[in-house]
């Protein structure tokens, strides 16, 4: 429905309020006049009328919102406040009220003159309005001013903040150099070495009287942070280990990001002031870029000394200077660094409640090294698994899609709108404002995935034949990696990365949730669980599943090699 449209219509009971708000502005003047005190009467009747304006333009800006309920001065507020600590299942549950329509308007700040632009948002999780917004119109929907603003002094005009033709010339270079086989190669060589390490810390943990948890969510943040590191400026940290308990550029750089996502919440001037009298946050912000950049000038000139494969050596031979080459590195670490850790740690958490899930997974694992190693189990576990090994992998592929449909590392993602636009489903959205759309609650909406929407079933990523992997026909159904020409980049990576690290753990563990430990989502731009993941850790008997084959994509998997392999 046109915004205009539902202007035109004011309500009887708008008007009955009026009136009434009328007598009482009459009255108390009146009354104060009576009593002789005439600049007490002015201000009275002055503040009235404010008042009593500000409730009539906003009870008329109030009839053009859908969604939640809006309050006068503090807008949608205090529906967020109220509902932080669930607040992607509270989108979803207002997204669902409206009825197939998957879209609501709703403001943040209710002021007049802000409330069209700034204030106005449009929460979306309808496929059609997201194609218009990320390809059909993606020139009138950019990151946007504030946004890059924020970010601008962590990663500077990098490809994760940048718009226009400064992006495209970025994405260009990035894309020829993410379709390479030798960043696949390095990338399988820096999560192999960090694997081991991760399976020794699992070893010592399983190897006590088994009541020694570990907090899996921290161990794969480090792992996931020691392997784009190595990608990028072909260094390993090695913060998981437990002989650096403590990483100065990982504090330092997770207080950047920190102290940068705390502008996001309040509006721009207020962490300019800030930022200029270096306050609180900004304060933080400002000492922890200084270890930022010291570690990644070291890391720039280390590169240059001896070039390798990694993406900072890739785009030295672009000629890039050397401050954009240290902001180029910063936007692929934090583009490529929670995202694939927080799907793990979702997925284990699924796995260990979903014993047949798991099952059939570790079944395809045995299933394909039996195929490709022969029946050793010893040769099994020499080694991490190859390409081929990985390729093969197609049940835990699916498992891990069907994780991100339902706990998406980027849980929603905002545009800013250029000039005036309608989405595809009629709805009105002005220049200045914004567009967020929710991939939390894509992945949970029965119009998109039908009935069995909150359900993990990863077989609904598999062929009818159960031994491949099919994405959804429609790309814009399912967003986690984002659609579109601002698709993810390392998404290749990512599964190729999260599949050897699920492969590798699964085969030698068995993970058990901790009792009493809630998991719980912490309100960020990623999906974090709030308190980590504590689990157990039990040697993996793979007698147990060995014989539950029958059914299985997996078995599915073996026979197919086997016929492939007589053939
Ligand atoms: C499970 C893992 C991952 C998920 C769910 C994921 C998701 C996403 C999403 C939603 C975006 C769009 C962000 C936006 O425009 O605001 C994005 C962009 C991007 N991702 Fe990923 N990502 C993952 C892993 C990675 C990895 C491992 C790398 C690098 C090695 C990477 C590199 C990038 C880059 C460079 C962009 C920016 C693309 C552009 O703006 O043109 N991602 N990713």
Redesign the pocket.
């Known amino acids: 429905m046109l915004l205009s449209d539902r202007a035109l219509r004011p309500s009887r009971e708008f008007h009955i309020n009026r009136l009434h708000t009328i007598e009482m502005v009459a009255e108390v003047v009146i009354k104060a006049l009576r009593e002789q005190q005439p600049a007490a009467a002015a201000l009275t009747a002055a503040i009235l009328v404010l008042v009593f304006s500000y409730m009539a333009w906003f009870w008329s800006l109030r009839r053009r919102l859908s969604g939640p309920t809006v309050w006068p001065l503090f807008g949608s507020l205090p529906g967020l406040v109220l509902n932080r600590a669930r607040m992607h299942d509270w989108i979803a549950g207002n997204l669902r009220a409206t009825g197939g329509v998957a879209t609501y308007q709703t403001c943040i700040l209710p002021i007049p003159l802000l409330a069209r632009r700034q204030g106005l948002v449009t929460v979306t999780a309808h496929p059609r309005n997201l194609e218009h917004v990320l390809r059909t119109r993606f020139d009138n929907y950019p990151?946007g001013p504030q946004m890059q603003a924020a970010f601008h002094d962590l990663l500077g005009g990098g490809?994760?903040n940048s718009d226009g033709e400064a992006?495209l010339l970025q994405?260009k270079t990035?894309a020829l150099e993410f379709t390479t086989r030798t960043l696949r190669q390095a990338m399988a060589r820096w999560t192999n070495r960090a694997i081991l390490r991760l399976c020794s810390i699992l070893s010592a943990a399983a190897a006590g009287d088994g009541r020694r948890a570990v907090d899996l969510q921290d161990l794969l943040l480090r792992l996931t942070f020691d392997n784009?590191c190595g990608?990028t400026f072909g260094k390993d940290p090695e913060t998981l280990s437990p002989a650096i308990p403590h990483n100065p550029f990982t504090a330092a750089f997770d207080a950047a990001t920190e102290a940068t996502l705390q502008r996001l919440l309040f509006p721009g001037f207020l962490w300019r002031l800030k930022k200029a009298l270096r306050l609180g946050g900004e304060l933080r912000l400002r000492r922890s870029l200084e270890v930022v950049d010291r570690h990644m000038e070291a890391a720039v000139a280390e590169r240059k000394e001896t070039p390798s494969d990694d993406l900072i050596s890739r785009f030295m031979k672009k000629r890039a200077s050397d401050e954009n080459l240290q902001r180029i590195a910063l936007?692929?670490l934090l583009?490529?660094r929670d995202?694939?850790s927080v799907?793990l740690s979702w997925f284990f958490w699924t796995v260990m409640r979903r014993p047949d899930v798991e099952r059939k997974i570790v079944g395809e694992i045995t299933a394909v090294l039996r195929a490709t190693r022969g029946p050793d189990r010893a040769a099994w576990l020499a080694g991490s698994l190859e390409f081929d090994e990985l390729d093969r992998l197609v049940y835990l592929k699916a498992a891990l899609a069907e994780t991100?449909r339902l706990y998406?590392?980027?849980p929603q993602?905002t545009k800013y709108v250029i000039s005036d636009d309608v989405l595809p489903d009629g709805t009105v959205v002005p220049a200045g404002s914004s567009v967020t759309y929710s991939?939390y609650s894509m992945g949970r909406l029965e119009t998109i995935w039908g009935k069995d929407c909150e359900e993990f079933r990863p077989e609904r990523w598999l062929s009818a034949e159960g031994d491949r992997f099919e994405p959804t026909k429609d790309p814009y159904q399912f967003?986690?990696?984002?659609a579109g020409p601002?698709t993810?980049?390392?998404?290749d990576?990512?599964y190729l990365?999260?599949r050897s690290i699920a492969a590798a753990v699964l085969l030698r563990h068995r993970l058990e949730p901790v009792p009493g430990h809630r998991v719980q989502q912490k309100m960020s731009l990623t999906l974090f669980m709030k308190h980590g993941l504590l689990v157990y850790v039990r040697p993996r008997n793979l007698d147990d599943v060995d014989g539950h084959l029958v059914d299985s994509p997996a078995k599915k998997v073996t026979t197919a090699i086997a016929t492939a392999a007589a053939a």
């Open positions: 990151k490809i994760f992006w994405r990035a784009i990608l936007n692929f583009a490529g995202t694939s799907a991100l998406p590392s980027v993602d991939i967003v986690a990696f984002n601002r993810c980049l390392g998404k990576l990512a990365q999260m």
